[in-house]
T-cell receptor, first 112, second 110 residues
């Protein structure tokens, strides 16, 4: 099993560009999450999904969109990238009985 | 709102015990977690404790939970250089969401 995979590993964007960060899982977990990690601030929840067709906002949702058409995939879209979105982005699946989160390897995004 | 606080740095000598502390605010949290992050990597679940437990031991790791004071600690016995990493405390809130602390950077000196 691959667990949680994320692509790309690294990305550089110019301000105003759009892109999609991909996340896929083969753990058959219904719950999936996107976090961003910034120095000294830990991880902050961007968006969340409890199953296909259902998404919810987290702590810092502005500037990001998500959709969940299948259990396996949970892409994160940046509509118009800004330098404040320079960060490391982690996708996670959630084991429902213990709320334990399993993280992907991360995408390091730089917005110039 | 919910908040999780950790000290930012801890330095110990190889072979000593390390104790990483965390305080949280949401008394309704069902589970509390410790994650480890090595440089350039994602977060790896180390252990978790159910909120009705006071202590959990797993090999070199001991987790202590004081619900009254909303205090969680992680003790690593016989700390090794390979334990050098950032350790995150997290609490679960409504529906599988986690609130993370800022992370404690553990430095182990030979």
């Amino acid at each position: 099993n691959a667990g949680v995979t994320q692509t790309p590993k690294f990305q550089v964007l110019k301000t105003g560009q759009s892109m999609t960060l991909q996340c896929a899982q083969d753990m058959n977990h219904e719950y999936m999450s996107w976090y961003r990690q910034d120095p000294g601030m830990g991880l902050r929840l961007i968006h969340y999904s409890v199953g296909a067709g259902i998404t919810d906002q987290g702590e810092v949702p502005n500037g990001y969109n998500v959709s969940r058409s299948t259990t396996e995939d949970f892409p994160l879209r940046l509509l118009s990238a800004a330098p404040s979105q320079t960060s490391v982005y982690f996708c996670a699946t959630v084991r429902e009985d213990t709320d334990t989160q399993y993280f992907g390897p991360g995408t390091r995004l730089t917005v110039l | 709102g919910e908040d999780v606080e950790q000290s930012l740095f801890l330095s110990v000598r190889e072979g000593d015990s390390s104790v990483i502390n965390c305080t949280y605010t949401d008394s309704s949290s069902t589970y509390l977690y410790w994650y480890k992050q090595e440089p350039g990597a994602g977060l790896q679940l180390l252990t978790y404790i159910f909120s009705n437990m006071d202590m959990k031991q797993d090999q070199r790791l001991t987790v202590l939970l004081n619900k009254k004071d909303k205090h969680l600690s992680l003790r690593i016995a016989d700390t090794q250089t390979g334990d050098s990493a950032i350790y995150f405390c997290a609490e679960s809130i409504r529906g599988g969401k986690l609130i993370f602390g800022q992370g404690t950077e553990l430095s182990v000196k030979p």
